[in-house]
C-alpha cells in the first residue's frame, strides 16, 4: 500500500506564497462584502429590493470579469495580469473608503469604485488561480493537484474569517472613539481592505521565486528554453470545452443559493434573528474561541499524522493551550453581547478552514479504496448539501411573519426577534459542506481539463458561471418582501435540487474526461 501523505505534503512551494497572497485580498474582499448590502441602505437609504440589484450586480461583474483577465492573460501572461489587478482594486477601495456623504455624486463615486474593484478582481482572482494550477502540471506533484486546491480555498476562507469581526470591531472603534456616525463608520471598514492589498502584493513580490515558472509569459518562457505546451486534437478541445460548459450551467445555482449569505440571510438575521446572547451563547460570536476550535482541528490531526514524538507532543500541547483558553473564555462568559447581523457570515468561512482537513482525510481514506468519487459526482453531491442548507431554513421560519409584516413592526417598536441564532449557525454549517464538496473540487476540474491555450479563458469561464450565479443572488432581494419565508426559502432548494438531478444526467459525460 502507498505511504499515507497528509495533505500538506508534497506540495509545491509556490502553493503557500500564492495562497497567501489572496488570503491578503480576500480579506479586504470579504470585509467590504460583509456590511455592503447594510451600507446600500444606511448610507443612501435604498431598498432592500434596490439594494440587492446593486449587490448582485456588483458580484455578478466581479465575477464575470476573470473572463476578460483570463482573456488578457493567455496573451500578455497570468502574473502581470495579476499585479496590474491588485493595484486597481487598490484605487477601488480607496475611493470607497471616501465619506462622500449620500447625495448623487457619492453615489457615481461609489460605484465608479465598484467598477475598479470588479475589475481588477477579474484581472487577479482568476489568474491567481490558473498559476495555482499550473504549479501541478510538473509531474511530480500531480496527483496532489486536488488537495493543493482544498489548502488554497483553505487559505481563501482565513481571510473570510476574520473579515466580519474586523469590519464590525473597526465601525464600533470609529463610532465611539473618533465620533463618526455609524454610516460614515462604513467608509473604515472598506479602508481595511486597502491595507490588506498592500500586504497581498507584497507578499507576492516577496515569494515570487517560488512560482516565476508559472506566471505565464510567453516570451520570457521561450528565451528561459521552456517548451510550450502540448496540444491537444480538436475532438478532445471540444470534448473538453463541452464537459467544462456544463459543469458552469450547473454552478450558477449553486452560487445564486449560497451567495444568499450576504442578502436574504443577513437580511433574516438583521430582522429576525435574537439581537442579543447572553452567558455561554455568547462564545460563538467571539473569533478567536473559534480559532481555538480550529487549532484543536489541526493539532488532534498531527497527533496522528505526525512522524515523530516531537511533532506529537508540540500538536498536543496546542490542544491543551486552546482547550485552557476556551475553559477561560466559558468562565468569563458571564454578561451578554449584541449580536450585530455581518457577524454570521464568519461562520462559513470559520467551517471551510475546521472542516478542509476532515473532508480530505475522509477522500484521502475512499482514494486509498479506490473509491474516491469524481470531482463532477462531487459537485453534485453539494448540490444536494446546498438544498438541504434551504430545507432547514424552511424549517426555522415556521410561524414567522413575511419580511413585510416584520419590518412593519420593527418600524412600530412593536417586533420581536423569535428566531435563534443556532438556526443560521447550523445553516451555514450545511452550506458549508456543499460548498467544500463543489468549489474547490470544481477549480481543481477546471485546471485539469481546461485545453491549455484556453486555460485562463476557461478559468474566466468558471468565474463567469459564478457571476451569473451572483446576478441571480438579487432574487433573494427581490423576492423578500410580501411572500412568506418558506417560499423564499423554497425557491433556492428547488432550483439547486434540480441542477443535481441534472448533473447526474449528464455524470458519464463529465467523468470521460475528469
Given at each position: 500500500m502507498?505511504?499515507?501523505?497528509?495533505?500538506f505534503?508534497?506540495?509545491?512551494?509556490?502553493?503557500?506564497?500564492?495562497?497567501l497572497?489572496?488570503?491578503?485580498?480576500?480579506?479586504?474582499y470579504?470585509?467590504?462584502?460583509?456590511?455592503?448590502?447594510?451600507?446600500?441602505?444606511?448610507?443612501?437609504?435604498l431598498?432592500?429590493?434596490v439594494?440587492?440589484i446593486i449587490y448582485?450586480?456588483?458580484l455578478g461583474?466581479v465575477?464575470?470579469?476573470?473572463?476578460?483577465?483570463?482573456?488578457l492573460?493567455d496573451?500578455?501572461?497570468?502574473?502581470?495580469?495579476?499585479?496590474?489587478?491588485i493595484?486597481i482594486?487598490f484605487?477601488?477601495?480607496l475611493?470607497?473608503?471616501?465619506?462622500?456623504?449620500?447625495?448623487?455624486?457619492?453615489?457615481?463615486?461609489m460605484?465608479?469604485?465598484?467598477?475598479l474593484i470588479?475589475?481588477?478582481t477579474?484581472?487577479f482572482?482568476?489568474?491567481?488561480q490558473v498559476?495555482?494550477g499550473?504549479?501541478?502540471?510538473d509531474?511530480q506533484y500531480?496527483?496532489?493537484r486536488?488537495?493543493?486546491?482544498s489548502?488554497?480555498?483553505?487559505?481563501?476562507?482565513?481571510?473570510?474569517l476574520?473579515?466580519?469581526t474586523?469590519a464590525?470591531?473597526?465601525?464600533?472603534?470609529?463610532?465611539?472613539?473618533?465620533?463618526?456616525?455609524h454610516?460614515d463608520?462604513?467608509?473604515f471598514?472598506?479602508?481595511?481592505?486597502?491595507?490588506?492589498?498592500?500586504?497581498s502584493?507584497?507578499?507576492y513580490?516577496a515569494?515570487?521565486?517560488?512560482?516565476?515558472h508559472?506566471e505565464?509569459?510567453?516570451?520570457?518562457?521561450?528565451?528561459?528554453?521552456?517548451?510550450?505546451?502540448?496540444?491537444l486534437?480538436?475532438?478532445?478541445?471540444?470534448?473538453?470545452i463541452?464537459?467544462?460548459i456544463?459543469?458552469?450551467?450547473?454552478?450558477?445555482?449553486f452560487?445564486?443559493?449560497?451567495?444568499q449569505?450576504?442578502?436574504?440571510?443577513?437580511?433574516?438575521?438583521?430582522?429576525?434573528?435574537?439581537?442579543?446572547?447572553e452567558?455561554?451563547?455568547?462564545?460563538p460570536?467571539n473569533?478567536?474561541?473559534?480559532?481555538a476550535i480550529?487549532?484543536?482541528?489541526?493539532?488532534?490531526?498531527s497527533?496522528?499524522?505526525?512522524?515523530?514524538?516531537?511533532?506529537?507532543?508540540?500538536?498536543a500541547?496546542?490542544?491543551?493551550?486552546a482547550?485552557?483558553f476556551l475553559g477561560?473564555?466559558?468562565?468569563?462568559?458571564?454578561?451578554?453581547v449584541d449580536?450585530?447581523?455581518p457577524?454570521?457570515?464568519?461562520?462559513?468561512p470559520f467551517?471551510v478552514?475546521?472542516?478542509?482537513?476532515v473532508?480530505?482525510?475522509i477522500?484521502g481514506a475512499l482514494?486509498?479504496k479506490?473509491k474516491e468519487?469524481?470531482?463532477?459526482?462531487?459537485?453534485?453531491?453539494?448540490?444536494?448539501?446546498a438544498?438541504a442548507?434551504?430545507?432547514?431554513?424552511?424549517?426555522a421560519?415556521q410561524?414567522?411573519?413575511?419580511?413585510?409584516?416584520?419590518?412593519?413592526a420593527i418600524?412600530a417598536?412593536?417586533?420581536?426577534?423569535?428566531?435563534?441564532p443556532?438556526?443560521l449557525i447550523?445553516?451555514?454549517?450545511?452550506?458549508t459542506?456543499g460548498?467544500?464538496?463543489?468549489?474547490?473540487?470544481?477549480i481543481?476540474?477546471?485546471?485539469?481539463?481546461?485545453p491549455?491555450k484556453?486555460k485562463?479563458?476557461?478559468?474566466?469561464?468558471?468565474f463567469v458561471?459564478?457571476?451569473?450565479?451572483n446576478?441571480?443572488?438579487?432574487?433573494g432581494?427581490?423576492l423578500w418582501?410580501?411572500?412568506?419565508?418558506?417560499?423564499?426559502?423554497?425557491?433556492?432548494?428547488?432550483?439547486c435540487?434540480l441542477?443535481?438531478?441534472?448533473?447526474?444526467a449528464?455524470?458519464?459525460?463529465?467523468?470521460?474526461v475528469?
Amino acid at each position: 500500500m502507498p505511504r499515507h501523505t497528509t495533505m500538506f505534503e508534497n506540495q509545491p512551494k509556490g502553493l503557500y506564497a500564492l495562497a497567501l497572497a489572496n488570503t491578503g485580498e480576500r480579506f479586504g474582499y470579504y470585509t467590504m462584502i460583509a456590511v455592503f448590502a447594510l451600507f446600500l441602505g444606511e448610507n443612501f437609504g435604498l431598498s432592500e429590493s434596490v439594494s440587492g440589484i446593486i449587490y448582485g450586480s456588483f458580484l455578478g461583474l466581479v465575477y464575470f470579469l476573470p473572463l476578460v483577465g483570463g482573456i488578457l492573460a493567455d496573451k500578455f501572461g497570468f502574473g502581470k495580469m495579476v499585479t496590474i489587478g491588485i493595484l486597481i482594486m487598490f484605487f477601488g477601495y480607496l475611493l470607497l473608503a471616501v465619506p462622500l456623504g449620500g447625495g448623487g455624486f457619492a453615489l457615481a463615486g461609489m460605484f465608479a469604485a465598484l467598477l475598479l474593484i470588479s475589475f481588477g478582481t477579474g484581472l487577479f482572482k482568476g489568474n491567481l488561480q490558473v498559476m495555482v494550477g499550473n504549479l501541478y502540471d510538473d509531474p511530480q506533484y500531480a496527483t496532489r493537484r486536488d488537495s493543493g486546491f482544498s489548502i488554497f480555498y483553505m487559505a481563501i476562507n482565513i481571510g473570510a474569517l476574520f473579515a466580519p469581526t474586523a469590519a464590525v470591531s473597526i465601525m464600533k472603534w470609529a463610532q465611539e472613539s473618533l465620533g463618526f456616525s455609524h454610516a460614515d463608520s462604513y467608509h473604515f471598514a472598506f479602508a481595511v481592505a486597502c491595507a490588506s492589498l498592500i500586504l497581498s502584493i507584497a507578499i507576492y513580490y516577496a515569494f515570487r521565486s517560488t512560482f516565476r515558472h508559472v506566471e505565464g509569459d510567453k516570451k520570457k518562457d521561450a528565451a528561459a528554453g521552456i517548451a510550450p505546451a502540448e496540444e491537444l486534437t480538436p475532438e478532445e478541445t471540444r470534448q473538453r470545452i463541452t464537459a467544462l460548459i456544463l459543469v458552469f450551467a450547473v454552478v450558477i445555482f449553486f452560487w445564486m443559493a449560497f451567495h444568499q449569505n450576504g442578502l436574504s440571510l443577513t437580511y433574516f438575521a438583521n430582522q429576525f434573528t435574537q439581537k442579543t446572547a447572553e452567558g455561554v451563547h455568547t462564545m460563538p460570536f467571539n473569533v478567536w474561541n473559534l480559532v481555538a476550535i480550529i487549532f484543536i482541528v489541526y493539532g488532534l490531526f498531527s497527533v496522528f499524522q505526525s512522524k515523530t514524538g516531537k511533532g506529537k507532543s508540540i500538536a498536543a500541547l496546542v490542544i491543551v493551550a486552546a482547550c485552557a483558553f476556551l475553559g477561560y473564555q466559558y468562565s468569563q462568559a458571564t454578561g451578554s453581547v449584541d449580536i450585530s447581523a455581518p457577524i454570521f457570515q464568519q461562520f462559513n468561512p470559520f467551517y471551510v478552514v475546521a472542516l478542509t482537513p476532515v473532508s480530505m482525510a475522509i477522500f484521502g481514506a475512499l482514494a486509498a479504496k479506490g473509491k474516491e468519487p469524481k470531482a463532477p459526482r462531487k459537485i453534485a453531491y453539494g448540490m444536494i448539501v446546498a438544498a438541504a442548507a434551504f430545507c432547514l431554513m424552511i424549517f426555522a421560519s415556521q410561524g414567522l411573519l413575511t419580511p413585510n409584516e416584520q419590518k412593519a413592526a420593527i418600524e412600530a417598536g412593536t417586533a420581536t426577534y423569535p428566531a435563534s441564532p443556532y438556526w443560521l449557525i447550523s445553516v451555514y454549517l450545511v452550506l458549508t459542506f456543499g460548498e467544500l464538496l463543489l468549489s474547490p473540487m470544481g477549480i481543481s476540474f477546471v485546471s485539469k481539463v481546461a485545453p491549455p491555450k484556453y486555460k485562463g479563458m476557461m478559468m474566466g469561464g468558471w468565474f463567469v458561471a459564478t457571476a451569473i450565479g451572483n446576478l441571480l443572488v438579487s432574487v433573494g432581494g427581490i423576492l423578500w418582501g410580501g411572500l412568506s419565508l418558506t417560499t423564499v426559502w423554497l425557491v433556492f432548494a428547488g432550483l439547486c435540487l434540480l441542477s443535481a438531478l441534472f448533473m447526474f444526467a449528464m455524470m458519464k459525460r463529465l467523468e470521460k474526461v475528469a
